[in-house]
């Protein structure tokens, strides 16, 4: 696609349901990232991905958190048993290669409210 | 852990002053880049400066780069109100395979 595309753009949920977050990166963009951003913070980074697996996942917070990506292209973020914490938007990026100096490319988020 | 600090937390200016943000960071680095992000949503990349750089522009913004004082800053010359955003310092580490790390941020705000 054109850009990366992020789906829901917003969700509500209630604490202790599950949640599955989507992102379609850029079309053959190898690298993808998840982030996470609380309200008016920095960007946490969650984990990443080089093609359909995952070399660094140790931003992920709890193993509440999983992730996964297909075919070297959509990636899931699933949050289980949410909390009220994990209220953020969720953000996703992909870039061409990994190799260092590739500029990311970010999708607009997913805004979650867990209730 | 978090490898860019951004300072100041937040800046405000009038329109056609210049805007000056750092980030300090703590281990070796690859390059360095500055995103800027609106309304809370997606990032914008705005320039890369590898770590054997040390000093680039693209428009009005020119980034400097010191790998001995492990630090960086973004000048935005002549502000516009259009500059009122979050920018965003982040770091590649040297080592293949690794992600981008950003700081907190500097939430910038030009006043006309």
């Known amino acids: 696609g054109a850009g990366v595309s992020q789906s829901p753009s917003n969700k509500v949920t209630e604490k202790g349901k599950d949640v599955e977050l989507r992102c379609d990166p850029i079309s053959g963009h190898t690298a993808l990232y998840w982030y996470r951003q609380r309200l008016g913070q920095g960007l946490e980074f969650l984990i990443y991905f080089q093609g359909n697996s995952a070399p660094d996942k140790s931003g992920l917070p709890s193993d509440r958190f999983s992730a996964e990506r297909t075919g070297e292209s959509v990636s899931t973020l699933t949050i289980q048993r949410t909390q009220q914490e994990d209220s953020a938007v969720y953000l996703c990026?992909?870039?061409?290669?990994?190799?260092?100096?590739?500029?990311?490319?970010f999708g607009e988020g997913s805004w979650l409210t867990v209730v | 852990s978090q490898q860019g600090e951004e300072d100041p937390q937040a800046l405000s200016i009038q329109e056609g002053e210049n805007a000056t943000m750092n980030c300090s960071y703590k281990t070796s680095i690859n390059n360095l880049q500055w995103y800027r992000q609106n309304s809370g949503r997606g990032l914008v990349h705005l320039i890369l400066?590898?770590?054997?750089?040390r000093e680039k522009h693209s428009g009005r913004l020119r980034v400097t780069l010191d790998t001995s004082k492990k630090s960086s800053s973004l000048l935005i010359t002549a502000s516009r109100a259009a500059d009122t955003a979050s920018y965003f310092c982040?770091?590649?580490?040297?080592?293949?395979?690794?992600?981008?790390?950003f700081g907190k941020g500097t939430t910038l705000s030009v006043s006309s």
């Open positions: 982040a770091t590649h580490g040297v080592q293949a395979g690794t992600a981008l790390i």
């Open positions: 990026a992909s870039s061409l290669v990994s190799i260092s100096g590739n500029t990311i490319y």
């Open positions: 400066i590898r770590s054997n750089e």
